[in-house]
């Protein structure tokens, strides 16, 4: 007999003595009835002992269910009880209940609940024994409702809602059951109010943006993820126009467009939220058109202030959206030094002026620019070269009585225009023509 021999016949009989040793393992360990698996149970060692589910021990940052830790494991597993595999309850939401009641309760009070909790399917999400994700889920949330939840159009967005990023969908979503639509812990402002606290503060002031009261913040916005900033559901530019059309099509007719609204920026002058101004404007009127129209803070300065300007109401006249008229005016208005007399043409003037004041030749009542009973504005306007408003006032502020102005444009140049004031009347020199006087009392004789 050689070597090789000898080798081939050591071969056989080690693999003839693992055969055997494997037949008896299968043997030992096989459980088909409950009194086996009772036998099982009752061993000498632990469910968790060095030879048998060795896997269930602590490992370093796992969270352990409370029986496997406490090796309490005929919690959940009962042979004679439950014949079946693993010993367990076929039901797992009725075997889960036993220690979670209170939880069991409150999915029972609840109008919308979650699929594997209706299908008593507890172990869909949560692993019986142990997990590295805190409530011993089987993956992340993300990973865990995606698996299900076909959403992948829902994180494809330039622009993600940071709980979908960090894959905490239970902020929003409670995973068992709740009374509102899509299991939300809340409804409308009230869910997004518990990470936004500003809106808390917000929703007491005065004016609040409709879609928030009825809607919520997604009728603007999309709560997991889009290609816009603040995940707006269209362009900013495009967000107000979807439910103001009207306000679209307004500011398109007109010839004179205010930047903001031709651009589309509305949230330049109102809040997309709330506000303690009328028309959800972001400051008072008058503060919030000298925050582009610097130059104009030195009417706040000045004397004597037109009624709108004193006011803070520079809507009073100019339409914040666009106009037909030069400078956004809400009515027309004379901007050239001459014109001849039209009602029309100063029909923003009479929203507020009565049209006597440039009419009637005579009178001790309409206006104290008169030389007797002459009424010296009539004498001003009605004429084929007549004088417009804007020759001898400043339509907003001057530091002179009567809002005259300082100087006037004339051309390319600008004439100065001194003013003097008396009791019963003043004088003046404009730069057009020599000092002339005026006296309610005693009349000024005047000579061509």
């Known amino acids: ?98 220690c979670h009641n209170s939880l069991e309760h409150e999915i029972l009070k609840r109008t919308f609940v979650h699929g594997p909790i209706k299908n008593d399917l507890c172990t869909s999400c949560h692993d019986p024994h142990q997990s590295v994700w805190p409530f011993f889920l089987k993956k992340s949330y993300t990973e ?31 995973p068992h059951a709740s009374d509102f639509k899509y299991r939300l812990l809340d409804v409308g402002v009230n869910l997004c109010a518990a990470c936004h606290q500003d809106l808390v503060a917000g929703m007491s002031q005065e004016y609040i943006h409709e879609p928030i009261i009825k809607s919520g913040c997604s009728a603007c916005h999309n709560p997991h993820s ?65 925050k582009c129209h610097e130059e104009n803070n030195v009417w706040e300065k000045r004397k004597f202030q037109h009624g709108p300007v004193a006011q803070g109401n520079c809507t009073a006249c100019h339409n914040p959206h666009g106009s037909d008229n030069a400078y956004i005016l809400r009515l027309p208005f004379p901007h050239s030094f001459y014109t001849e007399y039209d009602k029309k043409k100063y029909s923003l003037c009479f929203l507020c002026h009565k049209e006597s004041l440039v009419t009637v030749e005579e009178t001790e009542t309409i206006t104290n620019f008169r030389n007797g009973k002459t009424n010296l504005h009539r004498l001003h306007v009605q004429q084929k070269k007549g004088r417009t408003c804007r020759a001898c006032h400043d339509v907003h502020a001057s530091n002179q009585e009567g809002r005259i102005r300082d100087e006037f444009p004339f051309g390319k140049v600008s004439i100065r225009l001194e003013y003097n004031q008396t009791e019963t009347g003043g004088s003046c020199v404009p730069g057009c023509h020599i000092q002339r006087s005026y006296d309610r009392v005693n009349s000024v004789s005047y000579t061509r």
Request: charged share 20%; hydrophobic share 30%; with cysteine.
């Open 1 to 98: 007999m050689n070597n090789s021999d000898v080798s081939g016949s050591a071969v056989k009989k080690i693999w003839l003595l693992l055969l055997i040793f494997f037949i008896v393992s299968a043997q030992a360990y096989s459980i088909s009835t409950p009194e086996e698996f009772l036998a099982h149970t009752k061993g000498a060692s632990s469910c968790t002992s060095q030879t048998c589910h060795q896997e269930l021990t602590k490992k370093a940052g796992t969270f352990l269910h409370s029986p496997v830790a406490s090796e309490q494991c005929s919690t959940c597993h009962d042979a004679k009880k439950y014949p079946d595999k693993y010993g367990v309850e076929q039901n797992q939401r009725a075997m889960c209940a036993r």
């Open 144 to 174: 865990l409702c995606t698996s299900c939840h076909k959403v992948e159009r829902l994180y494809t967005g330039e622009f993600m809602h940071k709980p979908v990023k960090d894959g905490s969908c239970g902020l929003c979503h409670d």
């Open 226 to 290: 889009g290609n816009n900033k603040f995940r707006l559901n269209v362009s900013a530019k495009k967000a107000c126009f979807t439910c103001h059309e009207e306000k679209k099509n307004e500011v398109n007719q007109y010839k004179y467009k205010h930047k903001p609204a031709a651009e589309g920026n509305c949230t330049a002058c109102h809040s997309p939220h709330f506000s303690d101004n009328p028309n959800l404007l972001i400051d008072r009127t008058d503060a919030l058109c000298y």
